[in-house]
């Protein structure tokens, strides 16, 4: 039985493999770029606001900061209570074109220890949860040059 793939947030991110993308908002008017995504009205002060529409934003970036996840988060996060915590690696990225930040983990095997401020990055499909009939799917950031 296959099980359905659904996004932990719905028109966040689309695609798989080379074509997954993060999806953003661009204000028409003072062309600012927003992530997570605005839909209602621009979020610049300065703007007397525009049109919002979605763009795909880049798929690349640069480490900004990070830090290891060392504790099980509260609900909602979902966890398995019988298997043993593993830490996680958070990751704050600076995206290429955007210069904007976007927050997320990384991909499973990379630590701390593998990351440094400054280095590049990309954003790839990955499984937040899953269950008997559904996976959960969200974004994770991969150091360039590591496989999949």
Known sequence: MSRA????????FTGEGDGF?????RCAACRSVFF????TYCRNPACPGGELEEVPLSRRGRVWSYTDS????PSP???DPELPWEPYALIAVELASERIVVLGQA????TVADLTVG???EVVPGVLHEDGETVFTTWRWRPTGVAA
């Open 5 to 12: 793939r659904t996004p932990v947030v719905a028109g966040w």
């Open 77 to 79: 996060y979902v966890t």
């Open 21 to 25: 993308r993060l999806l953003g908002t």
């Open 107 to 110: 991909v499973p095997g990379v």
């Open 119 to 121: 280095a590049e990055v």
């Open 36 to 39: 997570p995504r605005e839909d």
């Open 70 to 73: 060392r504790y099980r988060p």
